[in-house]
């Protein structure tokens, strides 16, 4: 005779209630900032934030028309620029984030990054929330951070409305892949 469904049940609940686990809760906190406008930033943030913003309109992106500039404040207060680069073969794009980031390691090798601001704007919709980077860009702030030892601020913003500054990189990816685990 097959088995009934409150068999099913029995045997399941048998075979894991004998089950043990050892596990504990890790609590991950990342502090936000939101203000209201890029007008209620400090002066050094607003023009961060308002090169990010030129630089999205030099933004190459035919395909998705998501046009993001990234700008960069060096501990020298250098600010270097990029924006995202789109290719008909989407793997062979670039985020405006990396663009900015790897350009700044290749030129500037030494030189600490302390601030990254980033924004976006289509001609689609208006961008009303502050967009945030992807995981591949949020992967390479974290490590350049790591590497840098020391904090890099993250500003995002929309094309209006609010904006976010978190104060360190790795706050967008806490359980980050690290060199150290690829070692023997």
Request: hydrophobic share 40%; with cysteine; aromatic share 8%.
């Amino acid at each position: 005779m097959p088995l009934q469904l409150d068999d099913l049940r029995n045997l399941y609940l048998r075979q894991t209630s004998s089950i043990t686990t050892n596990m504990e809760d890790i609590k991950i906190v990342c502090t936000v900032v939101s203000y209201t406008s890029e007008n209620d930033l400090p002066v050094a943030d607003q023009e961060l934030l308002l090169e990010a913003q030129k630089s999205s309109k030099n933004a190459y992106a035919p395909y998705s028309g998501f046009l993001v500039g990234a700008a960069l404040r060096m501990a020298d207060g250098t600010i270097l620029k990029g924006n995202n680069q789109e290719n008909v073969a989407y793997p062979s794009g670039l985020c405006a984030e990396r663009v900015a980031l790897f350009y700044a390691s290749a030129n500037f090798p030494d030189l600490p990054i302390e601030t990254i601001a980033i924004t976006a704007v289509t001609g689609k919709f208006e961008i009303k929330e502050p967009i945030s980077p992807c995981g591949s860009c949020r992967q390479v702030m974290a490590e350049i951070e790591k590497n840098q030892e020391q904090n890099m601020r993250v500003i995002l913003k929309g094309e209006k409305g609010k904006v976010y500054v978190i104060e360190s990189a790795k706050y967008l990816l806490p359980l980050m892949f690290r060199a150290d685990e690829l070692k023997i």
